[in-house]
């Protein structure tokens, strides 16, 4: 059983940014991926970025490409989100994920909030 614990977010102003942490209970060599997924409210949650571990590979949603960075750190056993430019339509709770052999491991959650 990995733990995932997320940290993080905030209340930010539109063009602002933040940076989303999520630290791992295991190394994560351990994973195939780790990943930022987010939930609007009465919205689905929806996948943001992700990573392969071994390969340093990343992918994005569209919605986020050019503003968000996703990366890791393997020295410390996280995963970093970093967020710029951030829109009001980015609100919602980040979560954070990590992929083994085809099981998912969630974090609780962190609020993000863009607003003036």
């Known amino acids: 059983q990995v733990q995932l614990v997320e940290s993080g977010g905030g209340l930010v102003q539109p063009g602002g940014s933040l940076r989303l942490s999520c630290a791992a209970s295991?190394?994560?060599?351990?994973?195939?991926?780790m990943g930022w997924y987010r939930q609007a409210p009465g919205k689905q949650r929806e996948l943001v970025a992700t990573i392969t571990i071994i390969s340093d590979s990343t992918n994005y949603a569209d919605s986020v490409k050019g503003r968000f960075t996703i990366s890791r750190a393997s020295a410390n056993n996280k995963v970093y989100l970093q967020m710029n430019s951030l829109k009001p339509e980015d609100t919602a709770v980040y979560y954070c994920n990590a992929h083994r052999y085809g099981t998912d491991y969630w974090g609780q959650g962190t609020q993000v909030t863009v607003s003036s």
């Open positions: 295991e190394s994560i060599f351990r994973l195939n991926t």
